[in-house]
């Protein structure tokens, strides 16, 4: 299989001096709940690096108590009203769904995926995923966490990037290979670990650097949030591509300095940096 390959990064969309705006992209992001309220918010911090205005909205009352709170350090992002979400997805380049949001009531394990719709948490995840990717099929999608561990894979709109844990994959797909199910879905999978691999219906690449700093919380909100960034301005594939490594790439940065020992929020501050560095 191919590796990926760090000159593709030199495609990406990059802004014109004389932009004005809203020229350079907006996106919505949707998560949290009432167990994770900093998933979405690490999403929010990346893309607000990348694109002209994020707009945030969490079916969870004390997630957008909290995000109000960070509106006194962090000012670029609107808080959406759940009741004005559709009004604001309208209006976006691209739409995250998924981090943060729950999809059964504790941390113990269920292996059994129909276990998660009896719950009232895992239920509300699915029904709002649903709802919103049925109803916005032609909005560019980047879907994570508690959106990919609660929905159907019939739900997919066409060209989505899907950024999944081993296990996330193995719950949304069974045991189908990557690049058959994105055949089947006709979207792009960013099937996450140590070799990420980033399948398309047509092809497969590989992206193998990083260390296991990453496998900490929060590190794949980060990841998500840089996506959505890039996918207001650029085409699916490259943006699944070059969010996965330019996120390895900024853990390898912080491997330098501390090892493994580093967290969720120091690659978000990480991310901005290399990706400045690495795209011409």
């Not at 979405?40 to 945030?56: E, G, N, R, T, W």
């Not at 609107?78 to 949001?101: C, H, M, N, Q, R």
């Not at 509300?124 to 959106?147: C, M, Q, Y």
């Not at 980060?222 to 960034?229: M, N």
Request: glycine letters at 8%.
């Amino acid at each position: 299989m191919n590796q990926f390959d760090p000159a593709e990064l030199n495609r990406l969309y990059k802004p014109a001096k004389n932009s004005s705006g809203e020229d350079n992209g907006q996106v919505t992001i949707i998560g949290g709940s009432n167990l994770f309220h900093g998933a979405p918010l690490l999403s929010l911090k990346v893309a607000s690096k990348i694109v002209d205005m994020v707009f945030f909205s969490s079916p969870e009352p004390s997630v957008g108590r909290t995000a109000e709170q960070i509106k006194s350090r962090l000012l670029s992002f609107i808080w959406a009203p759940w009741t004005d979400l559709e009004a604001y997805i309208k209006k976006s380049d691209a739409v995250l769904i998924g981090p943060g949001f729950m999809r059964f009531g504790s941390e113990k394990t269920l292996e059994d995926k129909r276990e998660h719709f009896g719950h009232e948490e895992g239920k509300k995840s699915r029904e709002i995923t649903e709802s919103l990717l049925k109803k916005f099929p032609n909005k560019k999608w980047v879907i994570d966490a508690g959106s990919l561990q609660t929905m159907d894979p019939n739900w997919i709109p066409k060209n989505a990037i899907l950024t999944p844990n081993q296990k996330e994959f193995e719950i949304l797909f069974g045991k189908t290979e990557p690049m058959e199910a994105a055949r089947k879905y006709d979207c792009i999978i960013v099937l996450k670990g140590p070799t990420t691999m980033v399948c398309s219906p047509e092809k497969c690449v590989e992206i193998s650097n990083g260390n296991a700093g990453l496998t900490k919380g929060g590190t794949g909100d980060v990841q998500a949030g840089l996506a959505i960034g890039l996918l207001a301005k650029n085409e699916p594939f490259l943006v699944a591509c070059a969010s996965s490594y330019l996120t390895k790439a900024a853990a390898d940065e912080l491997f330098k300095k501390a090892g493994t020992n580093y967290n969720a929020d120091d690659l978000a501050n990480t991310v901005p940096v290399v990706f400045s560095a690495k795209v011409a």
